[in-house]
T-cell receptor, first 114, second 112 residues
């Protein structure tokens, strides 16, 4: 059912560079959340966008930023890349129905910082 | 703050064995609870969910019951298959924050 797509699938960057990751949400969803999953760990919440506004942020520095577009797709931007930014970046789309929310994930973008 | 604790893996079982993966949580209020599964090289797939106490989520032979009194959401399956080999994540969502908090994951290996 997911319907969430992400691009690119893999990316290699060097320390200090900037990167943009993209996510298309599932039809009918107006919210996109981004998560970082380091190797062997559970995903960590970066931030969420709802109707083109940031709607909550986890414990990530300001060099992690994002956008949401009128069609509810989203971008994650990371400036001044560090080696520890190497991870799988997951986006999830959702909407609130009846006071409940379920997030559906895309396949992820695997970022390697050298 | 919110937190989720899962049993450490890997869990290694023979095909057709019974599976239990323990999950306990700490949260304010009444979170929704989820199990997600991650196959090698892939993103997360929703396996099942429960939104209130005593709810039972089920899918593909997997079940989990929301136990508020023990703050638990243990995943069970009566007869595992090799194709169930994956990493399983327990997660909660506090609707006030609308962000998922995940456990560290439990790797399941099923041998034929």
């Amino acid at each position: 059912e997911t319907g969430v797509t992400q691009s690119p699938t893999h990316l290699i960057k060097t320390r200090g560079q900037q990167v943009t990751l993209r996510c298309s949400s599932q039809s009918g969803h107006n919210t996109v959340s981004w998560y970082q999953q380091a190797l062997g760990q559970g995903p960590q919440f970066i931030f969420q966008y709802y109707r083109e506004e940031e709607n909550g942020r986890g414990n990530f520095p300001p060099r992690f930023s994002g956008l949401q577009f009128p069609n509810y797709s989203s971008e994650l931007n990371v400036n001044a890349l560090e080696l520890d930014d190497s991870a799988l970046y997951l986006c999830a789309s959702s909407s609130v129905f009846g006071g409940q929310e379920t997030q559906y994930f895309g396949p992820g973008t695997r970022l390697l910082v050298l | 703050g919110n937190s989720v604790t899962q049993m450490e893996g890997p869990v290694t079982l023979s095909e057709e064995a019974f599976l239990t993966i323990n999950c306990t949580y700490t949260a304010t209020g009444y979170p929704s609870l989820f199990w997600y599964v991650q196959y090698p090289g892939e993103g997360l797939q929703l396996l099942l969910k429960a939104t209130k106490a005593d709810d039972k989520g089920s899918n593909k032979g997997f079940e989990a019951t929301y136990r508020k009194e023990t703050t638990s959401f243990h995943l069970e399956k009566g007869s595992v298959q090799v194709s169930d080999s994956a990493v399983y994540f327990c997660a909660l969502m506090d609707m006030g924050r609308r962000a998922l908090t995940f456990g560290s994951g439990t790797r399941l290996q099923v041998q034929p």
